[in-house]
């Protein structure tokens, strides 16, 4: 969740406070402060948050005590009678809000993570309660007024940065809005935020809900002695003892089809998977993202504009819809004609072996790997042995992070964590100065929602003398017996990925927090990441973190070349099934008319179809009703962003290429123009200047291998 308020670190205003409701004295709010963790400047390096010290019953005294002080802070900067400058409103305004910050960041990474019925509680309680007080700063005209007043002239760097952010935050939010819109406006944004939290928890319970028990060791013909003695524990630990249990993700494939034998185990974890979340349970969200969808568009019109996603892309690099349309409809024909290519050449393995059935979206991924393994002999069981999850860790994703940028990293065991399985390490720069600290929790839990993501605990700021501390967050089986946790090459890919936006957070260099690292527009902060994902393919980082669990053996050169040859491999339907969701979600967000919204599951069907992208055996990445990064998350009418940013990507790596590659001269140019500048400067100009040309699609499908030879 985004509140727009800022993590900073300043003494708490304790004068004039007697007035405060439910604070009588300033014993009891000193009482209040000392008792309570999260409204205590952290001792620990870093200012890393006291995971020991911190219980659940901590956040609501929190939240009162730090939405009071706020709102204080928030009136004074209104209400300061002297001339508006830099210094005395915008600054101020960046420098509030710290005892609400710090208890709201650890919050909702908790929540996301290692969530209870507690946490979840407190969460949908508190989500309009939020968003009102969001409200309250950002359609505050006095305060708007100031800021508008101040001359930009004036000022210079990340001065006038953050002075003209501000002033497109509060126009954004509905400053210029009437008095009656204002308040129409704070009714709609409470509702979202409780209707978004209901969906995040709903969609949990679902994903749970949705696991597949199975009786007998039969029906899970395929998967290894490690997969089946970790689904048996998880239905031990669900209380099916002797039985097997294969949760979900949130993805609409699932993990483990590829090796399962027997179709008709394939097609009852593919559908549990696609209908979790409409079951006319208490897990089904369809209700509420529809009443989403007809909020999101009545916010639009309030602010003018036809659309959500009109609204929502103004401070995007795509700016319009139909700018982000438009590259999403230029890669879906290629994609498309792609993914009927390889669907052809999957039917022919289902035919010569006389299947006797059409290719199903359960099918899939189990015969590509044999299609795979007939044209580059290579397929999965082959390449996992290799990709044991700390050793991708520490010998892949730390080494080339040194390699590329000369960075280190050291296990730290005194600092304290939210659950046993996360680890913690101090990463150093490149002159052996210490840069970070960074918390890692690779394994899934039944409480911590789907997918793989990177969080700040603390922001960069040199104005407030922060230095990053950083989570990354997966959801990786965990070992079971001493068994090694092996993952496969799209997950190594992952663990890259989300390391990307790590660097982003590490090499953040700016004054101020909301120009800091990943502060950057949407369809932007992808591309680090997807940079990312090439090392995990150099053949000298390749070769130093591909090493056999058993044998101890490094990968043969012969498997890395089936590799590579491999890696344009069912890329018609990565895409389609990306481009898909991507589609989807903007459909959603274009609509212009109450009368369009339809039933959920009708309205993806008719949307698909109008794009092309309705391909039965190629489903959306996300299927509507656990769409989470555009219901429950701060995606909305934004997932395009993903390719969006893989174009700037294709088109940045190219360059490397040409120059020799990702060699540590290239990278220390990419962390100079794009990793270190946050929000700070032109992101365009960013770009340009990195690899002299602007963004062009030839790229992507050069490298996605749908360029015709």
Known sequence: ????????????????????????????????????????????????????????????????????????????????????????TVLALETSGVDLNRATGIFYNLTGSNTNPELQKIEEEYAPIFSAHSDKMYLNSQLYNRIKSINLNTLKGEDRRLT???????????????????????????????????????????????AVLFDNETDLEGLSAEELTAAKAKAKEAGHEGKYLIGLLNTTQQPLLPSLKNRATREKIFKSGWTRAEKNDSG?????????????????????????????LQDQMAQLPANAMDLLAKLAKPAVAGAKEEAREIQAIIDAQNGGFRLEPWDWF??????????YNLDEGTIKPYFEVKTVLEK?????AQK??????????????????????????????SLAIYYLDFYTRDNKNGGAWMNNFVNQSHYLNQKPVIVNVYNFAKPVDGNPSLISFDDVTTMFHEFGHTLHGLFANQQYVSLSGTSVPRDYVEFPSQINEHAALDPII????????????????????????????????????????????????????????????????????????????????????????IWGGGYSAGYYAYTWSKTLDYNAFDWMQAHGGMTRA????????????????????????????????????????????
């Not at 189990?366 to 044209?375: G, I, L, T």
């Not at 892949?396 to 080339?400: L, M, N, Q, R, S």
Request: charged fraction near 30%; hydrophobic fraction near 40%.
């Open 396 to 400: 892949g994703v730390f080494y080339a």
């Open 1 to 88: 969740m985004n509140l727009h308020l800022k993590l900073v670190s300043t003494t708490c205003l304790l004068v004039s406070i007697l007035s405060i409701a439910n604070i009588k004295t300033n014993a009891q709010i000193m009482d209040v402060k000392k008792t309570n963790p999260l409204l205590q400047r952290s001792s620990l390096q870093y200012q890393a948050p006291p995971f020991d010290k911190i219980k659940d019953e901590h956040f609501r005294p929190a939240f009162e005590y730090g939405l009071k002080i706020h709102d204080r802070e928030i009136e004074q900067i209104a209400n300061k009678k002297a001339a508006p400058t830099f210094q005395n």
């Open 542 to 629: 390749l070769k130093n973190y591909a090493i056999h669990y058993k044998t101890k053996k490094v990968i043969p050169q012969e498997l890395i070349q089936k590799i590579k040859k491999a890696e344009t491999f069912n890329k018609g339907y990565e895409v389609t099934e990306l481009l898909a969701a991507a589609t989807l979600d903007m459909a959603w967000h274009s609509i212009e008319n109450e009368s369009e919204i339809k039933p959920a599951l009708e309205f993806e069907k008719q949307a698909l179809e109008k794009y092309g992208l309705l391909v039965n055996e190629v489903p959306t990445r996300y299927h509507t009703p656990y769409f989470a990064h």
């Open 404 to 433: 590329m940028y000369g960075i280190t990293f050291k296990v730290r065991t005194d600092l304290p964590t939210y659950h046993p399985d996360v680890v913690v390490y101090e990463v150093f720069d490149k002159d052996s100065s």
């Open 164 to 210: 003209e952010y501000y002033l497109q935050q509060f126009e954004l939010a509905g400053a210029k809005l009437s008095a009656d819109d204002k308040e129409k406006m704070k009714k709609i944004n409470e509702a979202l935020a409780s209707l978004g939290t209901s969906f995040t928890n709903k969609l949990l319970s679902a994903r749970k809900n949705g």
């Open 366 to 375: 189990f015969y590509s790997e044999q299609v795979r393994k007939a044209k």
């Open 284 to 312: 089904d969200t369809r209700t509420l993202l529809e009443q989403m969808a007809k909020l999101r568009l009545q916010k639009a019109q309030l602010m003018g504009k036809k659309s959500f996603a009109e609204w929502r």
């Open 666 to 709: 290239n990278c220390e140019r990419f962390r100079k123009y794009i990793l270190s500048v946050g929000n700070s400067v032109d992101l365009n100009k960013a770009f340009k200047d990195f690899i002299g040309h602007e963004m062009k699609i030839e790229p992507y499908l050069k490298n996605a291998g749908f360029l015709k030879k």
